[in-house]
């Protein structure tokens, strides 16, 4: 018999949505959200294998989940995402423009969105939206459930009012803090890779993201959650000392996701507006 109980997280009398990053940086990301009854991951770019272990560290039940959702076609988002659709019979969830574009095989089911235009999965209400990024068809997300939001966007090359419009009034945001400038400009990345990350196609500086966060904080905001950060290129500890000045009008729980470690679960309670 197992050692751990392998369960969903308390089951939601008293909470709208869990939220646990898996992974999150170039080596691969992955996103778990549930409502208790409804379970999906957003992308899941590292190995099925590590994916699950990740999942089972938390005491989540990889047999509970019930959608992949896909960012984008990039292999840092979707290493796993036909493996775990057929090993778990799970549909995935992508933009109706790169479907083709997605190395993921056969897989159980494709179900295609628009970018714009909200679905749901059972009771979870999800709103992709066109993000700046060079791949096809890149979206954020928005999940939402009995008034509890959570917004979704790494890999973005440049803040948008597209982008600020869909990520208002989260209660959790998980936003792109990929690089330092000066590390950036500084380091030892050829000089075509340092202008592609710093392009509008690329990937946030802890600047920009500041900035996003300034304009996107208000009172309901409880939880961020920076997100993609360069291993070369930045470090947790220039993120939060960054991204901390933007929160000026809140006091949400500011957290650094880990390429190597999973993040703990987050809950969203009940009852709570923006
Ligand atoms: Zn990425
Ligand atoms: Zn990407």
């Known amino acids: 018999m197992a050692k751990l109980e392998l369960q969903r997280p308390r089951q939601c009398a008293d909470y709208n949505l869990a939220v ?23 992308d899941a770019g590292l190995s099925a294998t590590e994916i699950k272990r990740r999942l089972k560290s938390r005491g989540l039940n990889p047999k509970d989940l019930n959608a992949i959702l896909v ?14 659709s057929r090993q778990l019979k799970l549909p995935v969830y992508l933009s109706r423009n ?32 066109a993000v700046s990024h060079d791949a096809v068809d ?12 959570i917004g979704v966007a790494t890999d973005l090359g440049t803040v948008t009012p597209h982008l600020k419009e869909n990520l208002r009034h989260c209660h959790l945001l998980i936003l792109e803090a990929n690089h330092d400038q000066e590390m950036l400009i500084n380091g030892p990345y050829p000089w075509y890779l340092k202008r592609r990350i710093q392009s509008h196609s690329g990937h946030l500086s802890n600047g920009q993201s500041k900035r996003l966060l300034m304009e996107l904080q208000h009172k309901g905001l409880e939880h961020v959650i920076m997100a993609h950060l360069s291993q070369t290129n930045n470090t947790p500890q220039k993120v939060l000392a960054e ?5 000026t009008r809140c006091k949400p729980r500011l957290k650094v996701a880990s390429q190597y470690r999973c993040g ?11």
Request: a negative charge; one cysteine or more.
């Open 243 to 247: 991204v901390s000045e933007a929160l």
């Open 20 to 42: 646990c990053v898996l992974a999150s940086g170039s080596k691969g990301n992955a996103i778990y959200i549930s409502d208790g009854l409804t379970a999906i991951l957003i």
């Open 138 to 149: 890149p979206v954020g997300f928005t999940i939402g459930q009995n008034g509890s939001r």
């Open 98 to 129: 790169i479907e083709k574009k997605v190395s993921m095989g056969s897989v159980h089911e494709i179900r295609t969105f628009n970018s714009g235009s909200t679905f749901q999965i059972e009771n979870l209400a999800v709103h992709p939206f």
């Open 264 to 274: 703990e679960i987050i809950y969203l309670k009940n009852g709570i507006k923006p």
């Open 71 to 84: 960012s984008h076609e990039h292999s840092d988002h979707v290493q796993a995402v036909g493996v775990l």
